[in-house]
Each structure stands twice: as C-alpha cells, then as structure tokens.
C-alpha cells in the first residue's frame, strides 16, 4: 500500500547489518548511526502515515429502524428499569439481607410497563435484549416493551436471533407479505412463531394455514403445530381435529383427540361421554350388603374389557404405564375426556358437589375422582373444581398420596375464588404446603389472601421458626403481596421483647431467629414499597420523546 | 452549589456515582427504611446532609455531605467502602433529593459527629483559599536544593535514554526478526531500567511494545511505528534545550516528568467557560484506577481532559456529572497541544446543558488528529465530534477472524467516507447502545479518534447518554 514504509519495515525486519534501507527517506547524517538514521525516518513515515490516514470506505449502512408511536417511559421509572437491568446477574444465590432482590422485580416491572404502553428507551435496548437472552421468562414482555426497534436491533447482532423468531404479535409491528413467505420458506421455529402470532389475530386463518400445509409436513412438526391451536380452541376447530384423528403419527392423534375432549360439545365428546355411561353408573337400590357404606345411592363402576379401534382412534391409549392395570387404565381415559356435564344427567341431577360425595364400590373411588380432577382442569369447570377441591379447612393429604392435586383445581377457579380458598388454607394448615398452592393465586395476591400470609409469617416467627425455612413462600410473598401491605407489615419487622424486659440476653437462641426475622420482614417491607414506587413511577407524567 | 437552596435532581445525584454497580448500590439505599436521624441543612448557611444508615452489621455507618464545597461536594461515611462517594452517600443523598419527608431540613445544628467533619472541612477550604502566601515562603536554600534535585534526576532519565536509544539501535541493527525469539524478558528488564531512571512515561512505551511483540498480523509494522516514535521521543529529551518551550513542555511530560497540579493552578492563566462534561472512563491497569473525564468549553470550543487517579480498586476522588455543564476554571498542562487540564474554581453549581457541541464530519475528524498530530507526534488519539454519522454494526454472519477489525464503523450519512471502531473497543454493549439509539438514523457522536480508530465515549439521544 506504501511503497517507501514497505521497504523500511522490510529493513527493520532484516537488521541493517544485513540490508542498507532505501535512500530515500534514509539519509545518515554525518557521524549518524545507520539503525538511527532508518529510525529517524520511519517516524517520519509513522507520522506522515497518521496524520494522512483516509476515510474507511463506509459499508452499507442499516436499514432504518421503524417508527415506534408509543410513549417513551417517565424519567423515573426509565432510571428504574435502568437499575434493574443493571442487577442482573449479580445477586448470588445468598437471599440473606434486608435489601430488596431487584432482579426479581424485572418481570412485573416489565408486565406493569406494557400495561401503559410504553416504548423502552433506545439506550436500554441492548441490555434488555441481553436480559432477556439469558432469561427466557423474560422474553415475551421485554420484546412487547422493545417493540419494533428491539426487532431491528436484533435483526442486525446474532446473538439476539431469538427476538426474531417471537412473532409479529409481539409488539405493533405490521404484518405484512414478508410473513407469509416465513410461512413458505422459513425455518420451523420461524413458522411456528408465525402460526402462534396469526392464531391470536384470527383463529380461523390459523387453521386453514395448517390445514393447507398438513399432508406435507413432518410428523414432529405436525404435533408441534397442532399444539399451536391450543390458544383460541373452538367448536369451528372441530371439523379439522376430527380429520386429524385419522393422522399417521399416533402422538398427533393423541393430541387431537385432547383438543376434541375439551369442546365439550364436539362429537368426540359425545362418543366419550357414552363410552364414560356404560362404566359408570348409579345404585339406588342401597343396602346391598356392602359393609361401610350404609344405605342410600352409590356410584358403580365396571371399567371397559377392551379398547377397541374406535376408542383408540378417539386418543384412548391401549398400553398403561407399568404398575397399572390395563382396566383401570382405559376408564381414567375415558372419564377424563368425557364431558363433565353429562354427569349430572347420569347421575339423577346431582350437583357435582353432590355427585363427589356420592360413595363409590369397589375401591373405584381415587381412580374416578382422579380423572374427574383432569377433566374439571381441561374443561375449565368452575363448579366441579370447587366440589372437588373440597373445603380449604380439611387437612392437606401427604405429597403424592391423594388423588386431588389442589394446585391444578385452583387453577380451575376464578381469581378471587383461588386467593380465598388459598388464604383459608394458609390460616388452618400454615405455610409449610402452601407454596404450589401460592403460585396459582393472581398477583397482587387479593384479600384476604394476603392478611393470611402475613399472619401466618408472623405465626411462624413466634412458633420460634428460622426465616429461611419459609424463604420460597417469603420470595413469593415480596414479589405478590399487594403493596399496601407494607404499612401493616412495618410493625413487624421490629425485634421482639426479650421477655424479661430486661437487656436482651446475647446469644440466645430466640434472639438471633428474631434478628434474621427483622431482616426478613425488613426487605419484605422494602421490596413492597419498592414496588409501590415503581408502579407510581410508570404512572408519572409521561418523558420527552426520544 | 445551590444558592437557591433547592435540592438537587436525582440525576444530577446518580451522575456523581464512580460506576454503575454504585449508582444501583446507592439507589436501593435510597428507601427512608436503614435510615435515621436524616437531616438537611439549607444551602445558605453551608449546605450539608447528614443521617445514619443501618446496615448488616450492629452500628449504623455515619453519612454526612457537605454540598457547597468549592472544589464540589465533599463526601465523609465511616463505612469501610473504597468506592467514592460510596453508595451510603449517593443513597442519602437521592432520599434528600426525593423530598422533603425523608430527609427533613433541621431546625437544630447537625449531630456533633456529622458538625465537626463539616467544621474542618470548612476550615481546611478556608486556609487553602488563603492561598500559597498562608504557606511558609520558600527560601532562597530551598529553591537551590529543588533545582539541585531537579537536576540530578534529569541527569538519570539522561542516563537511562542514552541506554534505550542503544538498545533500540542494536535492535534494528540485528533485524526486528532475530530479535523475535528473545521473549518479553528483555523488554520488561528495560522497562524496569526506565523506571530507575525515574522516566516511567518512557518505561510504559517499552512495556506496551513488548505488548505489541505477540500480536497482530503486521506486527512487525507496529512494533517499527512505536521504536521510531519512542526513539524520536529519546531524541527530543537529549535535545530538549533547542526545542521551542512548549514541545519540550511536551516532552517531558510523555517521558514522565510531572508537573504539581497545586503548583499549576497558582501559576497557570486560568480559563473560565462552561465546561460540558462529555465522557467519564476509568481504566485499572491493576496498579492504578485512572480516571478521564472530557470536557468541552461551550464559550471557547476547546476540548479539555481531566485525568484523577486513585490506588489499585480505589475510585478516584474526582467526580464531575456527565451531560451537564460546569462554569469553572481550568488550568491547561504546557505542552505542544495542551489537553490535559487541571480543575479550578467552580463558579455556579452545574446545568443542563443545552445539547451537543458543533461537530464534523468523519472527514473532519481525521484532519483534526492530522492537526494534533503536527503538534505532538506522540498523540495516540484526539477527542472529536462527529455531526451526523450511522454507526454501523459488524457484517453477519460473524466478522473476519482478526483481532485488527472489529467491524464497527461510524459512517457520515452523506457519501461514502467511514471511521473504522478501534478493535481494542471491547465493550460492545456501548456500541450496540449506539447502534439502538441511532435506529439506523444519522446521530451525533463523540469520540476520541487516533490512529487506531474511533472510540466512541458518548452520544446524543437528545438527552447526552455516555457509552
């Protein structure tokens, strides 16, 4: 590139001794050593070299980002996300200390940001993306606050491909020709996004999409798509999935026939809820000499003697897991995917509290009370969830023994109804069960759910507890009490009275477990107001557009 | 500070914090919950924040700030912390700035602890304004025996250039390619020679050119680059009497005489402007934290870099917020291309700072360090600003394996003219929050540019965001 700097290194590299360096630019002054004379001249080149430099020839520059119509964030809550994208990853696993977990805190901040509709500042895109690179839980919310030029951003650095493989939904963004072609042309993580995103816009359209591609997909990719028909289930689906039954891949047909079981209204339904009939039936004429039971109705069950082809083209598996009986196997299938309103029927009009509490022979009981629990979740059934969790009150049977898995009927349930029952729950049996239970319950957790796990805590402090035994339900309670629970809760995050009155004996037992308490309770407190603040944050007048 | 006797901004709080990990530390300490007995004292009468914040161990640590210092606040917490101010103090001082509530102006005198550090800091500032005259006056016997030492060290670092100019003639003599299998030791015991001599500015030259030994693909190109410069460098010393005052002012500075900034600042033609705070960096080199911090003179145009230092995992004292301006004096070093400054009065507390200073084009750029460079030879980059260029991020897929490219670019938006991104950028988060802030738009930048490309310290977005 320059002839005359060529040649000097090529000197310099060789040593004078063996090579003379060009004249010019060498020029010995008299009595100048030679190696002297090539330095003196090589600066000069150096500096000539820097001080001439020319421009880099520019390469394409990017395509403009698109517009984003949003509000930018208030300059509060902008400095806040700033500190919570700034925590990551810092705090270690130690939860000790009465400084709130920030962290922790992102993905309400997030969730309660969106909800005003918000535009992230540009400045924090990078590491938002990076959160949420190493946070998958993060990733829907931080892509909807990233919104369209989050996308771009990500477009143009590798490392943030998954933001592209979220979808269109994910913020404003157009949909235009481009997405269709994902669907001809991309890869299937692409595809599947873009399936996810139109089923939220238009169901059908979703449908048809697939319908149209079906014969020619894989049979993995199949069952990943039909999960995709999940969101938005209705009876219009039903036509495809009944197709969809006759499917080469068995895991495919599985998953059918679970989206059909839970359109109570679609024909597969009606097929299950007559198989469910011939299994189960009422005896009213009691006193068969049963001991245990007394007299009065009770529930028969005669499970099915085979599973025929029709059952198993409906999704009813023929192979049990081991340790199961075949029988038994095929009648919790059954049961599980039969409409449950069709109970009612069978059952002489019975409530599904009544028809719970209606004794069952055999031992049949667990198996049948097991499958209706399925079924009250998949169908969303309200009322058969209620008559089966059963009261809050009644004691919690042992992990893994009971048939009832009272986490998932909560679920069934409406939000108020969960915190109720939950917070009933926590004030008879305390917090060592609740955890599960706890995760179900929408946040901010609703009265009087959180009086309860306030008073439980307190409860455990003064049975002489350690803090840290209860830290899951402490974490949760930080992220999900409702904020204004912190005035309540100041009290007690003051050390207890030793007893005596006297001065606090040092090294007491209760006294260092009161000292942990007060730094629980402290940043239980803290977190609280924290996330008061930040919600008043996103509040405040709105900052100057970026 | 605040001669209204407002309280400050969060902002202008959190730009006072050393580093990010700081400015969070200090947030979260910004809850009324660890503290008591908070207090404020009004600007007028010496404005200061004082309360006591209780941490995990069993006595609170006592924070007090003096806020109407005259070289800026002055921060005081028996925390063991080495980070300055520490996160007591920023956290105090945001619950201050939030409100009257938290932090309630008393109606009493500060606690005795909090009024006496106040008191001697007063006291301290008020001997230091009477000036040098309050010091004893030096005699004739002690300027004779500064001039004696002054002289036997120049007469070592003599000694000791007459050493590396052999060394680096032999080098060339031999060939740079014989000399490559020798290894560091022979670099490293040099760079040691330069430290006896007492020219530690020539011994880091040495160290970083046996940095440059290993690596890169025309190494043999660089490592003659930084010999003839570093032979030019001896040359200039051996010759310094002929050199006109303010290249041999340069000079010595690079060959690491220092020059006492107290000593500067009695001497030195102040210059007053509103300086904005463009960029603050630190860089540990394990030994020594140093601190740049860049200003710009709205009035005068001119670019100024103050540099603090604090020992190995110490912040440094010096502290100014970035984004917004400073009516101050500063104190340029003599030199050939003065740069380097030294913090004066500050005349009003800071502002807002209406924007970016007048920047360039890429074209610009390079042509300013051309200039620079005409001045002082040794300059390794020069602060710019560039007007309207589109950062533009490494081609996909992954850009060429060398260590030479990073394949950033700050490209003008008209015509085809780029500045490369210094390869030795690491963090690619500041460039990636360019690149976001941008939104493939064209942006003002500032940046320092040399001959190893363009380092990008801050950008507008309108508000300055440091990178």
New interface residues.
């Given amino acids: 590139m320059n002839r005359t700097?060529d040649e000097?290194?090529t000197t310099?590299?060789?040593?004078?001794?063996?090579r003379m360096p060009p004249v010019p630019p060498v020029r010995v002054r008299g009595g100048q050593?030679?190696?002297?004379a090539?330095?003196?001249a090589?600066?000069v080149?150096?500096?000539r070299?820097?001080?001439?430099?020319?421009?880099?020839?520019?390469?394409?520059?990017?395509?403009?980002?698109p517009g984003d119509v949003r509000p930018p964030l208030p300059?509060?809550a902008r400095?806040r996300l700033a500190?919570l994208l700034?925590?990551r990853g810092?705090t270690g696993g130690g939860r000790r200390?009465?400084?709130?977990d920030?962290t922790e805190l992102l993905p309400q901040w997030l969730a309660a940001a969106n909800r005003h509709g918000y535009q992230a500042p540009?400045?924090l895109?990078?590491?938002l993306l990076?959160a949420a690179r190493a946070r998958t839980d993060l990733r829907s919310e931080a892509l909807v606050l990233g919104g369209p030029?989050a996308r771009?951003?990500a477009g143009?650095?590798?490392q943030w491909k998954y933001a592209l493989r979220a979808g269109p939904a994910a913020g404003p963004a157009a949909a235009g020709p481009a997405d269709s072609r994902v669907w001809e042309e991309g890869l299937f993580a692409e595809r599947a996004a873009y399936l996810t995103s139109l089923r939220r816009r238009d169901p059908a359209a979703a449908r048809e999409l697939l319908a149209g591609a079906w014969p020619t997909e894989r049979a993995e990719d199949r069952l990943m798509f039909l999960d995709v028909l999940r969101e938005g289930l209705s009876a219009a689906d039903e036509p495809f999935l009944e197709r969809t039954l006759s499917d080469r891949s068995r895991n495919v047909r599985a998953t059918a026939a679970e989206l059909l079981s839970a359109l109570p209204g679609s024909a597969l339904a009606a097929r299950m809820a007559e198989r469910a009939r011939s299994c189960v039936s009422l005896d009213r004429t009691g006193g068969t000499g049963i001991t245990g039971f007394g007299e009065g109705p009770r529930i028969t069950v005669e499970a099915p003697h085979e599973c025929d082809k029709d059952m198993q083209r409906d999704g009813v598996v023929v192979k049990p897991p081991s340790g199961r009986g075949e029988r038994s196997w095929w009648l919790s299938q059954i049961v599980e995917a039969a409409p449950l309103a069709a109970w009612r029927e069978r059952f002489g009009g019975r409530s599904p509290a009544g028809i719970v509490a209606l004794p069952v022979t055999d031992g049949w009981q667990p198996e049948l009370h097991a499958a209706w629990c399925r079924a009250a979740v998949r169908q969303r059934d309200a009322e058969w969830a209620r008559a089966l969790l059963g009261p809050a009150s009644e004691p919690p049977a042992a992990e893994g023994t009971s048939w009832r898995d009272p986490a998932k009927l909560l679920s069934a349930l409406p939000p108020e109804e969960r915190a109720e029952w939950v917070a009933e729950f926590v004030s008879a049996h305390g917090l060592s069960d609740a955890f599960r239970l706890l995760g179900v319950c929408a946040v901010p957790w609703a009265e009087p759910l959180g009086r309860a796990i306030v008073d439980a805590l307190d409860t455990a402090r003064d049975a002489g507890g350690y803090p840290w035994s209860f830290s899951g339900v402490m974490g949760l309670a930080e992220r999900c009490l409702d904020p204004a629970q912190a005035d309540r809760l100041e009290v007690l995050t003051a050390q207890p009275q030793e007893p005596d009155g006297g001065p606090a004996a040092p090294g007491a037992a209760a006294a260092g477990a009161g000292a942990y308490w007060g730094e629980a309770f402290?940043r239980l407190?803290?977190t609280l107001?924290?996330r008061a603040t930040m919600l008043a944050e996103l509040s405040g007048p709105a900052g100057?557009p970026? | 500070m605040n001669p209204q006797g407002e309280r400050w901004t969060?902002?202008t709080v959190?730009a006072l914090a050393p580093d990010?990990?700081s400015?969070?530390a200090g947030?979260?300490?910004a809850?009324p919950?660890?503290w008591a007995g908070a207090g404020a004292r009004p600007e007028g009468g010496g404005g200061a924040v004082w309360g006591e914040c209780s941490g995990?161990g069993s006595t609170p640590y006592r924070t007090v700030v003096d806020l109407s210092g005259e070289g800026g606040p002055g921060f005081n917490c028996s925390c063991p912390s080495r980070k300055f101010p520490c996160k007591h103090a920023l956290g105090l001082l945001l619950l201050w700035a939030a409100g009257e509530a938290a932090v309630p102006v008393a109606q009493d005198a500060p606690p005795g602890w909090a009024g006496q550090w106040l008191d001697r800091r007063r006291q301290r500032a008020e001997r230091a304004t009477a000036g040098p005259g309050a010091a004893a006056p030096a005699t004739p016997a002690d300027e004779e025996a500064a001039r004696r030492r002054g002289e036997r060290r120049a007469a070592r670092i003599s000694a000791g250039v007459t050493e590396l100019?052999q060394r680096?003639?032999?080098?060339?003599?031999?060939?740079?390619?014989?000399a490559e299998g020798t290894g560091y030791g022979q670099w490293d015991e040099t760079a040691a020679r330069m430290v006896d001599a007492q020219a530690p500015g020539l011994a880091s030259r040495v160290r970083e050119l046996a940095s440059l030994r290993g690596s890169g693909a025309d190494r043999?190109?660089r490592?003659?680059?930084e010999?003839?410069?570093l032979?030019?460098l001896n040359?200039g010393w051996l010759r310094r009497e002929e050199l006109p005052d303010p290249l041999a002012a340069t000079v010595r500075s690079r060959v690491g005489l220092t020059t006492d900034a107290a000593a500067l600042l009695a001497s030195g033609p102040p210059v007053r402007d509103h300086w904005l705070v463009l960029a603050q960096r630190d860089s540990d080199d394990g030994r020594l934290v140093t601190r740049r911090i860049w200003l710009h003179g709205r009035g005068s145009g001119r670019a100024a870099l103050l540099l603090s230092y604090g020992a190995a995992g110490r912040t440094p004292e010096l502290s100014l917020p970035v984004g917004l301006s400073v009516d101050a004096d500063l104190v340029y070093y003599p030199a050939a291309r003065p740069l380097r400054a030294v913090l004066g009065a500050r005349h009003a507390p800071p502002v807002e700072s209406p924007g970016p200073p007048p920047g360039g084009s890429?074209?610009a750029a390079?042509s300013a360090?051309?200039?620079a460079?005409?001045d002082d030879?040794w300059l390794e980059a020069w602060p710019v600003v560039l007007e309207d260029v589109?950062p533009?991020?490494p081609?996909?897929?992954?850009p060429s394996p060398s260590p030479e490219v990073n394949g950033w670019?700050l490209?003008?938006a008209e015509?085809?003219?780029?500045?490369?991104v210094d390869p030795r950028t690491r963090d690619s988060?500041g460039l990636?929050?360019l690149?976001?802030?941008s939104?493939?738009?064209p942006v003002t930048v500032f940046a320092e540019y040399?001959?190893g490309g363009a380092v990008p310290l801050a950008t507008w977005?309108?508000e300055l965001?440091a990178l």
């Fill in positions: 700097w000097l290194v310099a590299l060789l040593g004078t001794t063996r050593d030679v190696a002297s090539l330095l003196d090589a600066a080149e150096t500096v070299r820097r001080a001439g430099a020319v421009p880099a020839v520019a390469r394409a520059r990017p395509e403009p980002a300059p509060a400095r500190l700034a925590d810092s200390g009465a400084a709130p920030l540009a400045a895109l990078p590491a990076e030029r771009w951003l143009l650095n590798p402290q407190v803290g107001r924290l100057r970026a | 969060a902002e959190l990010a990990a400015r969070k947030s979260k300490l809850v919950g660890p995990s100019e680096l003639t032999d080098l060339l003599r031999g060939g740079l390619a014989a043999a190109g490592l003659l680059e010999c003839a410069l032979h030019t040359q890429v074209e390079l360090y051309g200039e460079l005409r030879p589109i533009v991020p081609p996909a897929p992954a670019q490209a003008d015509g085809g003219s780029a500045l490369a988060q990636w929050q690149a976001s802030i939104g493939g738009a040399g001959h977005g309108p965001v």
